[in-house]
């Protein structure tokens, strides 16, 4: 229930910026939330995690070490750290993977689509979010539709 109430306020000052233009616009209309008593953490790409992909039962049945709670023997969460380590024996941590030491990214051409029809709309000020977006070339588009 806090979370529906959160999340409303958060859409209320949205609505009274009226426009976000970048992610800044929307960090800051997320502290003004909750009478300003909102810690916002500006997340980057050291942040995530290269997690292994346990999507399919097959790969999660066949996980070494695989996670499972009645058989950790310890878990340690430092505070202000945000990271998880749990020993399943008394001799050894298991540790958190490495994080991502590069941005995803999206293609050029995507990017050039995105510059060419925003960038008319949008005040010049609020334009370096937009430039400095990460392109790389062998990367799947994210918002296609694949339909079996």
Not at 39 to 45: D, E, I, L, S
């Amino acid at each position: 229930m806090w979370a529906d109430s959160f999340h409303h306020q958060v859409e209320m000052s949205l609505k009274k910026q009226k426009k976000v233009y970048d992610f800044a616009d929307f960090e800051m209309c997320v502290s003004r939330a909750n009478s300003g008593r909102v810690n916002v953490r500006t997340t980057n790409q050291k942040d995530f995690l290269c997690w292994k992909d346990y999507s399919s039962l097959y790969k999660l049945a066949h996980a070494t070490p695989r996670p499972i709670l009645r058989a950790m023997t310890e878990v340690t969460v430092t505070r202000g750290k945000y990271t998880i380590c749990y020993k399943n024996d008394f001799d050894d941590f298991s540790h958190c993977p490495p994080a991502i030491d590069h941005p995803r990214g999206i293609t050029e051409e995507k990017k050039n689509g995105i510059l060419k029809n925003l960038l008319t709309l949008i005040p010049s000020n609020r334009h370096s979010f937009w430039k400095n977006l990460p392109t790389t070339n062998n990367v799947t588009d994210l918002s296609i539709d694949f339909d079996d």
